[in-house]
């Protein structure tokens, strides 16, 4: 499995913004997918943004859709992934993580959840609260 690693969380006010950040190691396979997941408290692990590295393709879920942006970045010895989050509230805290599968060719959709994630990171805090 491959080790993926989150940083960037945080205790934001409601309104704030915060940027998470997902390394990904330089031998993955060239076509893959990484999905960012939030896990509330005593809530499922729900799949919040997807992209795929071969067409740069996103999706969201509804709940973070205009407020939250997942891109990615490549360069000589790591490529990283970040999920930028803006005008938080405090629904959106909880546990974040990044997942990979790989290899994959097309759109990573939401709706098809933790389907075909085989590789996950520690998961990093995002507490939204005034």
């Known amino acids: 499995q491959v080790q993926l690693v989150e940083s960037g969380g945080g205790l934001v006010q409601p309104g704030g913004s915060l940027r998470l950040s997902c390394a990904v190691p330089?031998?993955?396979?060239?076509?893959?997918?990484i999905g960012w997941f939030r896990q509330a408290p005593g809530k499922d692990r729900d799949l919040i943004s997807c992209i795929s590295s071969g067409d740069g393709s996103t999706d969201y879920a509804d709940s973070v859709k205009g407020r939250f942006t997942i891109s990615r970045e490549s360069a000589k010895n790591t490529n990283t992934v970040y999920l930028q989050m803006n005008s938080l509230k405090p629904e959106d805290t909880g546990v974040y993580y990044c997942?990979?599968?790989?290899?994959?060719?097309?759109?990573?959709?939401?709706?098809?959840?933790?389907?075909?994630?085989?590789?996950w990171g520690q998961g990093t805090q995002v507490t939204v609260s005034s």
């Open positions: 330089i031998f993955t396979p060239s076509y893959y997918a």
């Open positions: 997942a990979l599968k790989s290899p994959w060719y097309g759109t990573c959709w939401i709706t098809r959840g933790r389907k075909d994630f085989g590789s």
